[in-house]
């Protein structure tokens, strides 16, 4: 938790970009997985993190503009509760701590809201994108669930992704200390993994790593040996000698702000020829990106950079012919980087995607291409200082993908389809960083974690 200052002028910036009506913010409640008194871990709504700081469930908030109050909505314990889950700080406590002056039992929001609304003044909530708050909204305010995003506040949108966009220093900090963590997390798979073992052995491995540093993971662990499946949550697999593990996993921070790195590494201890040429393409697509980052450059333009990058080095391997912009304009990279170069990382990991990605990621002069592959690209706008986002470029031989383009002839011309065939049961590379723009250009966040081939078989021959 930062100092009270901090959420007192996040709000007021927030109060002042508004200008009036009454702002809404839901906390989030506890899940249940099998029983409610069974539940999920909790986890805070990141905006209400961010302009309340208060990381426990049950809790709303409401920023009344028009009458400059700023109320928490919450109970404390009940000797039951504390009975079980021991002494809490009191909610006042909390409160003051987040600069808020006003606290009220949770009972009297909605005649609050009520009040408001009958008075006339304009309700701003964010999209609820959990059911226990599309529930609360359709009893409070009587829309039904499927009315509820349409209703949500653009103008609210936009003003908390104005703010949350743009990290500060302490959040810079936050973040590093969460990349680093991550980086731990990557070393130590790399230095354990076995041949022989499970992918689970070393996705617990890492999971406790976060968890001993006092974190948490910031998304499922993807730890796999078919790292061309691009979210493969399944740990079932057996590493074997002359395979590939992709590690796509990342920590976040006791205040939950979150790494989100990727590196690829061989069982054995060397890279074959194959992979070692593969994995040079992907580091170079990697490399280039980076050194394009700086202010005033669309991400768009980097992803697509990397895409030619990535197009070049096929075609070198004889995957890939004919021009290679050609190529990229018409898409061909995607059957094998079917995927966005990045995203922007904050107290999310795909930072702010709840409140839609457009929003996030594009603008009013970029806006989302309709084309396979770069369609994904979560983040395509122009890059501003205080930003931090990932680079995360693959490839990917994806068997189901490739027979669909090939049976369809899809971008033959700068496919060369018999040199694919050879690749079909090769996996899949991703490399990615977290990078923060600066004014000047950028900077990696973290230690460094080994990289590149030679690096990496340093590290895996150490292992053997
Ligand atoms: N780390 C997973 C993703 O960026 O989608
Ligand atoms: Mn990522």
Redesign the pocket.
Not at 196 to 206: F, K, P, T, W
Not at 377 to 395: D, H, M, S, Y
């Given at each position: 938790m930062f100092s009270t200052q901090t959420y007192i002028a996040r709000r007021a910036q927030l109060k002042k970009a508004l200008g009036s009506g009454l702002v809404l913010f839901l906390g989030n409640r506890e899940v249940g997985m099998n029983y409610a008194a069974n539940p999920y871990p909790f986890r805070q709504d990141s905006t209400f993190l961010y302009y309340f700081a208060i990381d426990k469930p049950d809790l709303a908030a409401v920023l009344d503009i028009d009458h400059d109050r700023e109320i928490l909505f919450g109970d404390d314990l009940t000797l039951e509760d504390i009975v079980w889950m021991g002494q809490q700080p009191r909610l006042r406590d909390q409160a003051e701590h987040a600069g808020v002056r006003e606290v009220m039992p949770l009972r009297r929001l909605p005649a609050f809201l009520k009040k408001a609304r009958r008075s006339g003044q304009t309700l701003h909530f964010l999209p609820p994108y959990r059911p226990e708050h599309q529930l609360a909204l359709k009893d409070w305010l009587g829309l039904a669930p499927a009315q509820q995003k349409a209703a949500a506040s653009e103008a609210l949108i936009r003003a908390v992704v104005a703010q949350r966009s743009y990290k500060s220093e302490e959040e810079v900090a936050e973040l590093e200390r969460a990349v680093n963590l991550t980086g731990d997390m990557h070393v130590a798979a790399m230095k354990a993994a076995r041949a022989g073992q499970l992918e689970a052995e070393l996705a617990g491995l890492v999971e406790g790593i976060a968890v001993s540093a006092g974190g948490h993971l910031a998304?499922p662990v993807?730890l796999t040996v078919q790292g061309q499946i691009l979210?493969n949550h399944y740990h079932g697999n057996t590493l074997q000698a002359g395979q590939l593990v992709l590690g796509?996993f990342?920590a976040e921070t006791a205040a939950h702000y979150a790494g989100?790195l990727?590196r690829t590494f061989p069982v054995s201890a060397r890279f074959t020829p194959k992979q070692r040429d593969i994995y040079q393409i992907v580091l170079d697509a990697q490399l280039h990106a980076i050194s394009l980052l700086r202010p005033g450059v669309r991400y768009l333009e980097v992803h697509l950079a990397a895409a030619r990058c990535i197009a070049e080095g096929l075609k070198a391997l004889g995957l890939m012919q004919g021009d290679m912009d050609e190529a990229v304009a018409h898409g061909a990279h995607a059957l094998f980087f079917p995927h966005g170069l990045g995203?922007m990382i904050g107290l999310d990991?795909?930072d702010m995607e709840n409140l839609g990605e457009n929003y996030v990621g594009y603008s009013e002069t970029v806006q989302r291409s309709t084309q396979f592959g770069t369609a994904y690209l979560r983040l395509a706008r122009e890059l501003e200082p205080g930003f931090v986002l990932?680079v995360?470029p693959g490839i990917y031989f994806i068997p189901q993908l490739i027979q669909q383009w090939k049976r369809a002839k899809h971008c033959a011309a700068f496919i060369h389809y018999p040199a694919v065939e050879k690749y079909r049961s090769f996996g899949g590379i991703r490399i990615?960083d977290n990078a923060l723009i600066a004014p000047d250009g950028h900077r990696i966040l973290g230690r460094p974690v080994p990289k590149s081939i030679a690096e990496v078989e340093a590290l895996r021959s150490a292992a053997h």
């Amino acid at each position: 938790m930062f100092s009270t200052q901090t959420y007192i002028a996040r709000r007021a910036q927030l109060k002042k970009a508004l200008g009036s009506g009454l702002v809404l913010f839901l906390g989030n409640r506890e899940v249940g997985m099998n029983y409610a008194a069974n539940p999920y871990p909790f986890r805070q709504d990141s905006t209400f993190l961010y302009y309340f700081a208060i990381d426990k469930p049950d809790l709303a908030a409401v920023l009344d503009i028009d009458h400059d109050r700023e109320i928490l909505f919450g109970d404390d314990l009940t000797l039951e509760d504390i009975v079980w889950m021991g002494q809490q700080p009191r909610l006042r406590d909390q409160a003051e701590h987040a600069g808020v002056r006003e606290v009220m039992p949770l009972r009297r929001l909605p005649a609050f809201l009520k009040k408001a609304r009958r008075s006339g003044q304009t309700l701003h909530f964010l999209p609820p994108y959990r059911p226990e708050h599309q529930l609360a909204l359709k009893d409070w305010l009587g829309l039904a669930p499927a009315q509820q995003k349409a209703a949500a506040s653009e103008a609210l949108i936009r003003a908390v992704v104005a703010q949350r966009s743009y990290k500060s220093e302490e959040e810079v900090a936050e973040l590093e200390r969460a990349v680093n963590l991550t980086g731990d997390m990557h070393v130590a798979a790399m230095k354990a993994a076995r041949a022989g073992q499970l992918e689970a052995e070393l996705a617990g491995l890492v999971e406790g790593i976060a968890v001993s540093a006092g974190g948490h993971l910031a998304y499922p662990v993807i730890l796999t040996v078919q790292g061309q499946i691009l979210h493969n949550h399944y740990h079932g697999n057996t590493l074997q000698a002359g395979q590939l593990v992709l590690g796509d996993f990342g920590a976040e921070t006791a205040a939950h702000y979150a790494g989100d790195l990727t590196r690829t590494f061989p069982v054995s201890a060397r890279f074959t020829p194959k992979q070692r040429d593969i994995y040079q393409i992907v580091l170079d697509a990697q490399l280039h990106a980076i050194s394009l980052l700086r202010p005033g450059v669309r991400y768009l333009e980097v992803h697509l950079a990397a895409a030619r990058c990535i197009a070049e080095g096929l075609k070198a391997l004889g995957l890939m012919q004919g021009d290679m912009d050609e190529a990229v304009a018409h898409g061909a990279h995607a059957l094998f980087f079917p995927h966005g170069l990045g995203h922007m990382i904050g107290l999310d990991v795909h930072d702010m995607e709840n409140l839609g990605e457009n929003y996030v990621g594009y603008s009013e002069t970029v806006q989302r291409s309709t084309q396979f592959g770069t369609a994904y690209l979560r983040l395509a706008r122009e890059l501003e200082p205080g930003f931090v986002l990932t680079v995360e470029p693959g490839i990917y031989f994806i068997p189901q993908l490739i027979q669909q383009w090939k049976r369809a002839k899809h971008c033959a011309a700068f496919i060369h389809y018999p040199a694919v065939e050879k690749y079909r049961s090769f996996g899949g590379i991703r490399i990615e960083d977290n990078a923060l723009i600066a004014p000047d250009g950028h900077r990696i966040l973290g230690r460094p974690v080994p990289k590149s081939i030679a690096e990496v078989e340093a590290l895996r021959s150490a292992a053997h």
